[in-house]
């Protein structure tokens, strides 16, 4: 049986405000829960889990600090609306100071505070082989349960850093700065780039002032139909196909 301190530590980290004081956040479900077991280091604390899962995983259960649960404790815990067979407790990821941005392509998100487009951002760099994003402070919390739901496990394998963007650009000296706007060269008519940086702005107010200071090419993808804008991780998804 779960203990009700454990079940009011679980819940609190539902809230941001508990989260940010907390060294570790919840991953749940089968799909993430089992990328997190397959890295090197892990960093999982505790899982809480349905007997089914524990029968279906039982070679790494046994070497985990699993507990069995009920479905009604799982409900209790879980921070989703349908809960799904397992819960972690999981150490945040360590992410070093220093950020490299040479021979590579980064992503730099200048207010993204919707958490479902955070999460696909995250998958999406994932999928395009970037490892590395970095946010200003406002953009949504990575360890928000529906970034980390949104990202289906590409959490585990991109490096998410927050800081003061409009400053931390101002330093990438020599690196190309390219930024989705609405008004900017045709990004089908770009060449594949190896090294750069790619911001994408706000859902709704676009690039701050302060960040576009850094931009030295504007990039827009071509609009055929009426749409005032598109979704920040579509076009995200967009440019990358073109440009990595």
């Known amino acids: 049986m779960l203990v009700k301190s454990k079940l009011k530590y679980i819940q609190s980290l539902g809230q941001k405000k508990f989260r940010q004081q907390e060294p570790v956040f919840v991953a749940e479900g089968p799909k993430l829960v089992n990328e997190l077991i397959a890295m090197e280091n892990p960093g999982i604390i505790e899982i809480f889990a349905l007997k089914n899962w524990i029968e279906e995983n039982k070679s790494v259960a046994d070497k985990l600090n ?23 407790l999981v150490k945040k990821f360590e992410t070093s100071d220093e950020i490299t941005v040479k021979n590579k392509i980064t992503l ?61 650009l101002s330093k990438q000296k020599g690196i190309p700065v390219y930024a989705a706007m609405l008004n900017g060269e045709d990004v ?6 190896t090294e750069g940086i790619l911001v994408i702005g706000n859902e709704a107010k676009g690039i701050s002032d302060e960040v576009l200071a850094s931009v030295t090419t504007k990039i827009t993808i071509p609009q055929k139909g009426k749409a005032e804008s598109l979704n920040a991780a579509v076009a995200t998804g967009i440019i990358l196909s073109h440009i990595v």
């Not at 959490?155 to 963007?165: D, E, S």
């Not at 089908?188 to 780039?193: A, W």
Request: charged residues 15%; negative net charge; hydrophobic residues 40%.
């Open 66 to 88: 699993v507990q069995e649960i009920s479905t009604i404790e799982l409900e209790k815990i879980s921070h989703l609306t349908t809960p799904n067979q397992v819960l972690a």
């Open 188 to 193: 089908t008519s770009i060449n594949k780039i």
């Open 108 to 168: 730099a998100l200048d207010n993204i505070q919707d958490p479902g487009n955070m999460g696909t951002i995250i998958r999406i760099a994932d999928w395009y082989g970037i490892d590395q994003i970095i946010c200003n402070a406002q953009s949504a919390d990575i360890y928000n349960t529906k970034v980390i739901q949104s990202t289906m496990g590409s959490i585990c394998r991109v490096q998410v850093h927050y800081t003061t963007l409009s400053n931390w």
